[in-house]
């Protein structure tokens, strides 16, 4: 399709939870000329490998262009009928939470909230969870056990005006790049030491001042230490404890029986004591202390603990909500924040609104809904196997792809099968899950990013606009009218009588400030009666954005510095967590834990880019890390190729012999499908054994084991 030869349109990068602002200038035969937005907070003009080469993206190739069902191409009355059909057909066969919905961070969150509000207001299914819960979903309940409310405090400038920041679990310089070059500004200008936590060495622990390889899973051990480390030299802020917060005596006593000094926690972390004396004794003397974490503190079945170990730290000594200090959860997706602000995970109902009696109440009253939910429904992981169960007879997956993501992705694509319906809304028509098959199977072509227009937020909880500067190809739509016209169809028409992005966002904002007295965090009040001007003019801004008060206008950079949280005495919690320990131990016959992740150069399941081949140069092929102690004893060599071997399945990977990885341990990217590699897939041969808290399964830690071939 031609594209609209429009002047720059300034948008924001669809790739990681940095958020950075992209310029895009339309060539007026398709391409786009891509710079980075100057003006944009996040990015002051830079952008990274995946951003800068987001124009070698945007053809058509691979595009889903027109509905079909089964295989043929339909109208998008015929496709839309068949949907609404065989929605009500099962619901009125086996209930409303026969049918499921899986979303993304991906989409924009005025789809977000059309999505979120049709399956819980009108259809009346809880089952609405997303990729997101693969993703931050451990910080979202750490957050929610500390301070009452999914708040991330602070912002980028905190690691402008750090002197130490702490990564745990994050490959920053790879996966949130634009952020790193920020630390190592602040390094540059100020001094800021940088600590890495993470069993790998990546790109970032080469780049850190003290890298800390504990053993896998040991990160709450760490923690415990670093506790009972800053307890015994007196380095707690009482005053901050006494008057901010309940619970130190617990978390300290539990903190103390894991790791009571640097000795216990050398031992318990398999760190050097050296080091973990000089991380304490570092952390200990300084005071503007960041702690940032990401997908490997997040991605375990201890993921909920492992945040709540870190920000037990910064309660403890009041680094919190203050210049430079406080604790950063990474996030990973462009728009995972902006599906919390909605409710698109299974265990949040809507505008950071949970399921007590007055909070459905007042989602129903806003909705108007018929069939409002009152409780919890299934989270991915388990949302699939009650796919395989039978319990989930009807299924849409907006915007992502889980038979590649997802844990145990061979049986989730068999399970498909068994489906009466499976709706894939998508951009792109080669996918593993747009290829994947139910009984009746309906692709919906969706626009995708230059596309549509709508707003995302990111890891500092700042909301950027997404615009359009390509027109929509071949019969695509955005997600929310292809959603409201399936709500109209099922008898809703009044409810998502919705003409345009803005007046989503309205709605959504109005919701998040109705009968908001201050005491939820999420308040876009101030924006809930932008027209359409000024929502096509928004400025990036950082939530909460309230009708009154100095944070009106401009939104608020840091929370809790007044050391007021959300929860019902304002006061936040400390939380004893428990010692660490794998879901699943290595065994003689799966010797090696599998560690899966992200690679610099290419975004997910590689359905965007892989379609650069600047980006697809940086490693071609699917590939192991393995340490040299491990590679000898099973006779494997640099570049050559093994099998890897897991309870679920195994995959045919290239070896690339480094001491980067510990001895005992393996990783292996994420990205590669059976579309781009045979037998690529690493997440598949995860069994996902999930977080009792936020229900995020482990991809960090899989027994699995190696041979040549
Ligand atoms: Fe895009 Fe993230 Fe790179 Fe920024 S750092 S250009 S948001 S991928």
Same mark, same amino acid.
């Given at each position: 399709a031609p594209d609209l030869a429009a002047p720059a349109v300034k948008t924001t990068c669809p790739?990681?939870?940095?958020g950075c602002g992209v310029i895009a200038t339309p060539d007026g035969q398709g391409g786009v000329a891509i710079a980075g937005d100057p003006d944009h907070p996040a990015n002051f003009g830079r952008l990274c490998s995946k951003g800068s080469a987001l124009g070698e993206t945007v053809d058509l190739g691979d595009r889903l262009l027109a509905p079909t069902v089964d295989g043929q191409s339909v109208s998008w009355e015929g496709a839309l009928g068949t949907v609404a059909g065989g929605l009500r057909r099962i619901a009125e066969q086996?209930?409303?939470?026969?049918i499921a919905f899986y979303l993304s961070g991906q989409i924009l969150t005025e789809d977000y909230y059309v999505a979120n509000k049709l399956a819980k207001g009108f259809i009346g299914t809880p089952h609405v969870d997303t990729n997101s819960r693969l993703c931050m979903s451990s910080a979202v309940a750490a957050h929610r056990r500390a301070f009452?409310?999914?708040?991330?405090?602070?912002?980028?400038e905190d690691l402008d005006e750090a002197d130490l920041i702490v990564l745990v679990g994050s490959n920053a310089a790879w996966c949130h790049p634009i952020l790193f070059r920020r630390m190592v500004d602040a390094r540059k200008n100020r001094g800021t030491k940088i600590v890495t936590v993470d069993p790998r060495r990546t790109q970032t622990g080469e780049e850190a001042d003290l890298h800390l390889g504990l053993q896998p899973g040991t990160d709450t051990a760490l923690f415990s230490g670093l506790l009972s480390y800053l307890a015994g030299q007196a380095k707690l802020d009482g005053r901050f404890i006494e008057e901010h917060t309940a619970g130190i005596e617990g978390a300290l006593e539990r903190a103390r029986q894991i790791a009571p000094d640097a000795a216990a926690t050398a031992r318990a972390t398999g760190l050097a004591e050296a080091d973990v004396q000089a991380f304490f004794e570092l952390f200990a003397r300084t005071k503007r202390v960041v702690t940032a974490f990401s997908q490997g503190a997040n991605q375990s079945a201890q993921g909920t603990d492992k945040g709540n170990a870190i920000i037990n730290c910064h309660l403890a000594t009041g680094r919190i909500g203050r210049p430079g200090m406080g604790p950063l959860s990474l996030t990973g997706q462009p728009n995972a924040m902006g599906g919390r602000e909605v409710g698109g995970l299974a265990n949040m109902l809507a505008a950071h609104m949970h399921f007590a009696p007055e909070e459905v109440d007042r989602v129903r009253r806003f909705w108007k809904a018929p069939n409002i939910i009152t409780g919890e429904g299934m989270k991915a992981v388990a949302l699939f196997e009650a796919i395989e169960r039978g319990k989930i007879k009807a299924l849409w997956v907006i915007g992502t792809n889980p038979v590649v993501s997802m844990p145990r992705a061979d049986r989730i694509r068999e399970s498909l099968k068994t489906l009466d319906l499976y709706v894939v809304s998508e951009a792109v028509a080669t996918s593993d899950s747009a290829r994947a098959v139910g009984k009746k199977t309906v692709l919906l072509p969706a626009l995708a990013w230059g596309e549509k227009d709508g707003t995302v937020t990111n890891t500092e909880r700042r909301i950027s606009r997404q615009r359009a500067f390509l027109k929509a190809p071949g019969q695509a739509r955005a997600d929310w009218a292809i959603l409201s016209d399936v709500a109209r169809r099922l008898g809703h028409g009044e409810a998502f009588a919705y003409n345009s992005a803005v007046e989503i966002f309205r709605e959504h904002a109005a919701l998040s400030a109705f009968e908001n007295d201050g005491t939820r965090d999420f308040d876009l009040g101030g924006l809930a009666e932008i027209d359409r001007h000024a929502y096509d003019a928004h400025l990036p801004m950082q939530w909460?954005?309230?009708?009154?008060?100095? !944070?009106? +206008?401009k939104g608020r950079a840091r929370l809790f510095a007044d050391g007021r949280f959300y929860t019902f005495d304002q006061r936040a919690r400390f939380v004893a967590v428990q010692p660490p320990a794998l879901a699943q131990p290595v065994t003689a016959e799966r010797p090696l834990v599998l560690n899966t992740g992200r690679i610099r150069?290419?975004?997910?399941?590689?359905?965007?880019?892989?379609?650069s081949q600047r980006l697809s140069a940086h490693r071609a092929v699917p590939f192991v890390e393995i340490h040299p102690d491990d590679a000898a004893r099973h006779r494997l060599s640099d570049g050559g190729f093994a099998r890897v071997t897991t309870d679920l399945g195994s995959a045919i990977l290239e070896v690339t012999v480094t001491d980067g990885v510990l001895p005992g341990s393996i990783f292996a990217p994420m990205h590669w499908s059976d579309m781009t590699?045979? !037998?690529? +897939?690493?997440?598949?041969?995860?069994?996902?054994?999930?977080?009792?808290?936020?229900g995020q399964p482990e991809l960090k830690a899989t027994p699995a084991s190696v041979e040549a071939v």
């Open positions: 790739y990681c939870g940095v086996h209930g409303p939470d026969a009452g409310s999914d708040t991330v405090p602070g912002c980028y909460p954005v309230p009708k009154r008060g100095p !944070d009106a +206008r150069d290419h975004w997910h399941t590689m359905t965007r880019t892989g379609k590699a045979s !037998d690529g +897939r690493a997440a598949a041969l995860a069994r996902g054994i999930t977080d009792p808290v936020s």
